[in-house]
């Protein structure tokens, strides 16, 4: 189980397929039970959000569109629903709280539970890209894995339908999706310390961050391009007007026609964020199943964030936007970033985790451009520099304290 859910409110949880799947349909799922055990913070509201889903999975089951659109204007309509739910579970909630949220979600989830997952769906074969395998890898659509061996590897596809793999070695998936009849799914995992460099079947470029993984097909035949993200990864899309692109990263999509521009959505981060470079992107979350989708359009030189916890999209001038994508060519630069922010980077492109002591100031913003195809002690040294700390390596682990302030003796 990831650990992105303990920061999912009522409606993420609630809006999440995966989570839906086990309210509805996996009662008893160990994996589940396991993960509410070890995170007891979480259960109160993870239970609070599947008794909405097992209360309108009831209701969907005697309802057309019709009646789901009339309980959509009637709070009180809600409300006896709940209450009846409520008393045979035996739970006292406030119906109010109840009225609220089912009014927000009430639409999506009768689509999901009448229709079934949507087309946006999809769920990683691999394990966390973060996981014991060091190497970055490519998993093909039956499960096998082939090594990446390179710290920036390359993949692309071509016309032939061939996966080349660091310009030496080449997939031929011709044969086999020919035998299954589909188009496939593949998957780029890139672990902490290295980089991915991808070509997508319609000549997009994808640059691939350090813990990251994206999933792709051989071939985009639908009327959007679609692939899914988890980490940090710059878009250069090939444009067709026809067939918009559109990147699934967990809450948020962003739907794009030829566009550059980067997107950070870590598991473990707070936010999810997109920077625009060049064109124009529309940023939206997920509206439950597809239904009442908000779309929030991007200039150059801008960032949307989406807060998990509050489940909302603000939009922001960067004026600094190619800071965002600096990565890609080997260099960390930043402008008022806070060092936490900077020291988490530095974890996931040099595999290693900083340690601070307690009350240290690492909310405290600072401007400057490291170099990452230097060594981490070159790295460290250069960022002591701006920040004013000091450091100690250990094997994987990188100390850091505040500066000692000379004190004149006289």
């Known amino acids: 189980m990831e650990e992105k859910y303990t920061t999912y409110s009522l409606e993420g949880l609630a809006e999440d397929k995966q989570f839906i799947q086990w309210a509805i349909k996996g009662q008893e799922s160990p994996e589940w039970e396991k993960y509410l055990n070890t995170h007891p913070e979480f259960r109160e509201r993870a239970n609070k959000a599947r008794e909405i889903l097992l209360l309108l999975h009831d209701t969907c089951d005697v309802l057309d569109e019709e009646s789901v659109h009339s309980m959509w204007q009637n709070i009180d309509h809600y409300s006896k629903l709940y209450e009846q739910k409520t008393r045979r579970l035996k739970i006292r909630k406030a119906v109010s709280w109840a009225a609220s949220v089912l009014l927000i979600l009430s639409l999506g989830i009768f689509g999901y539970l009448k229709w079934g997952v949507s087309e946006g769906t999809y769920q990683f074969a691999s394990a966390k890209a973060t996981g014991t395998n060091n190497e970055a890898r490519l998993i093909l659509s039956g499960g096998e894995e082939v090594a990446l061996k390179k710290d920036n590897s390359t993949v692309s596809l071509n016309n032939e339908n061939q996966l080349i793999i660091n310009n030496d070695s080449i997939i031929d998936l011709s044969e086999k999706e020919a035998e299954e009849g589909d188009i496939e799914m593949y998957e780029v995992v890139v ?139 080997g260099w960390l630069q930043f402008s008022k970033e806070s060092l936490q922010s900077v020291f988490s980077k530095l974890e996931r492109y040099y595999n290693i985790e900083v340690k601070i002591p307690q009350n240290f100031p690492s ?38 304290e505040r500066k000692m302030k000379k004190i004149d003796i006289k």
């Open 363 to 400: 909310e405290e913003l600072i401007t400057g451009k490291l170099d990452l195809k230097d060594s981490l002690e070159e790295v460290m040294y250069a960022l002591a520099d701006v920040a004013k700390i000091e450091f100690r390596l250990n094997g994987n682990s990188v100390y850091v």
């Open 191 to 329: 672990p902490y310390g290295k980089k991915s460099e991808l070509q997508l079947a319609d000549g997009t470029k994808v640059w691939l961050n350090a813990g990251s993984r994206l999933a792709f097909p051989s071939k985009f035949t639908k009327n959007t391009r679609e692939v899914f993200l988890e980490g940090e990864a710059c878009f250069k899309v090939a444009h067709n007007k026809s067939r918009p692109f559109v990147v699934n990263a967990g809450q948020l999509d962003v739907k794009v026609l030829g566009t550059y521009f980067d997107i950070t959505a870590y598991p473990t981060d707070e936010r999810i964020e997109t920077i625009l470079i060049e064109g124009s992107v529309a940023v939206s979350k997920p509206a439950t199943f597809g239904i009442g989708q908000n779309e929030v359009i991007l200039k150059p030189n801008e960032k949307a964030s989406f807060d998990k916890q509050s489940n909302e999209v603000s939009v922001a001038s960067e004026p600094d936007a190619v800071f965002y994508i600096a990565w890609t060519s």
